[in-house]
Nanobody, 122 residues
Framework: QVQLMESGGGSVQDGGTLRLSCVVSGFTECIGWFRQAPGNERQGVARIHIPSDSADYSAAVKGRFTISHDSAKKTVYLQMNSLKPEDSAMYYC??????????????????WGQGTQVTVSS
């Protein structure tokens, strides 16, 4: 059984940086980071295929965010640079259900963590 726990959120100024962590218990080959602002659907931000290190990003964050993993620490990170107010949301990590790691759709993921709040002020 996969269990995920996010941390690292906080409040920063426009242009600031944060690094989110997702500690993974159990076996999974694909972890995605998602975000959800009030009244909006959960949106994919980045995903990583752990065996190959292959990663993919949404257009909104490409070039600013980097997803990575540390197998020894069983942790997936999301480094967020050049943060903007529109990045404000609750951030979640999820495990992709089939392991192929081609999707950034929330419907293809489960075992969600409790989330960590990111607030970017202008």
């Amino acid at each position: 059984q996969v269990q995920l726990m996010e941390s690292g959120g906080g409040s920063v100024q426009d242009g600031g940086t944060l690094r989110l962590s997702c500690v993974v218990s159990g076996f999974t080959e694909c972890i995605g980071w998602f975000r959800q602002a009030p009244g909006n659907e959960r949106q994919g931000v980045a995903r990583i295929h752990i065996p190959s290190d292959s990663a993919d990003y949404s257009a909104a964050v490409k070039g600013r965010f980097t997803i990575s993993h540390d197998s020894a620490k069983k942790t997936v990170y999301l480094q967020m640079n050049s943060l903007k107010p529109e990045d404000s949301a609750m951030y979640y990590c999820g495990a992709e259900r089939d392991g192929y790691c081609f999707s950034l759709r929330a419907v293809d993921y489960d075992h969600w963590g409790q989330g960590t709040q990111v607030t970017v002020s202008s």
